[in-house]
């Protein structure tokens, strides 16, 4: 039986297909209070998920600021998606993290994952600052379509340390693009294509970390979306709990 509450599953009817949108989060065994922040629109085919960074109030204001503010400019924007309204997005996110970690001593910041898609529903966005991450599930191939803003990948990339080193592992906490930065760096923006049977992961990386690759491939093949949520989120917690873990999952169905 699962330890995770099944969320509701909403649904979109957009002009070339149907979306359907799951998401839920789970606090984990190392802290006591959740610095993760996921948002499922309950009117627009958009979700988002955010992660603290540090386990303080900083982190807890940063995503308490980003998460609102980012959807808040994407309703404002409605119908006209696209890049534009995307980095006035997420820009906006920076600021609201910037402004509330003003005169505080401890680090204000998070990472901002989301997919927003258009109202035909054949087109969408994903938008990207930090190492939560979006994964892609089609024709039974799942491929993670982010890339971390971590020291750890550019090292890993370039060589510099081998995967599973201290070295690795320590540079995995420093991130090089995140919201709330000093020098606000803009958030990657990727134009994807969705089509009929596509399923979408956003997670932040108490999944990512916890879940193995045929894990998360297990969990996002089931038909229903709120039972894939709970089954990544209880992998998280079978695979100790270490950190928060949020997921939203997100599928494509031909439209009726």
């Known amino acids: 039986m699962s330890r995770v509450a099944r969320d509701e599953v909403r649904r979109f009817a957009l002009a070339d297909?149907?979306?359907?949108?799951?998401?839920?989060?789970v606090v984990g065994n190392r802290y006591r209070?959740?610095?993760?922040?996921?948002?499922?629109?309950?009117?627009?085919?958009?979700?988002?998920?955010?992660?603290?960074?540090?386990?303080?109030?900083?982190?807890?204001?940063?995503?308490?600021?980003?998460?609102?503010?980012?959807?808040?400019?994407?309703?404002?924007?409605w119908p006209e998606v696209g890049a534009d309204l995307l980095r006035t997005a997420a820009a906006a996110a920076q600021t609201a993290v910037r402004e509330?970690?003003?005169?505080?001593?401890?680090?204000?910041?998070?990472?901002?994952?989301?997919?927003v898609v258009e109202p035909a529903g054949g087109q969408g966005w994903v938008v990207q600052l930090g190492d939560s991450r979006a994964y892609r599930l089609?024709?039974?191939?799942?491929?993670?379509?982010?890339?971390?803003?971590t020291v750890a990948w550019l090292g890993v990339l370039h060589g510099w340390y081998p995967i599973g080193s201290a070295a690795a592992a320590r540079a995995r906490y420093q991130l090089t693009r995140y919201a709330g930065h000093p020098a606000a760096p803009e958030a990657d923006l990727l134009a994807v294509t969705l089509r009929p049977g596509d399923t979408w992961l956003l997670c932040t990386d108490g999944v990512s970390d916890q879940v193995n690759y045929h894990?998360?491939?297990?969990?996002?093949?089931?038909?229903?979306?709120a039972d894939a949520v709970a089954t990544l989120l209880d992998a998280s917690?079978?695979?100790?709990?270490?950190?928060n873990a949020s997921a939203v999952v997100l599928r494509a169905r031909p439209a009726p």
């Open 33 to 77: 209070e959740n610095y993760d922040v996921l948002h499922v629109d309950p009117a627009l085919p958009y979700a988002v998920v955010a992660d603290g960074m540090g386990d303080g109030e900083g982190s807890r204001r940063a995503g308490a600021a980003a998460v609102p503010t980012f959807a808040a400019q994407v309703r404002a924007g």
């Open 215 to 225: 894990g998360m491939r297990d969990a996002l093949v089931r038909p229903d979306l």
């Open 237 to 243: 917690l079978d695979a100790g709990g270490a950190d």
């Open 17 to 25: 297909l149907t979306l359907e949108v799951a998401g839920g989060s």
């Open 100 to 115: 509330a970690g003003t005169e505080r001593a401890q680090l204000t910041g998070c990472t901002l994952t989301g997919l």
């Open 138 to 149: 089609r024709d039974d191939l799942l491929e993670l379509v982010t890339t971390d803003h």
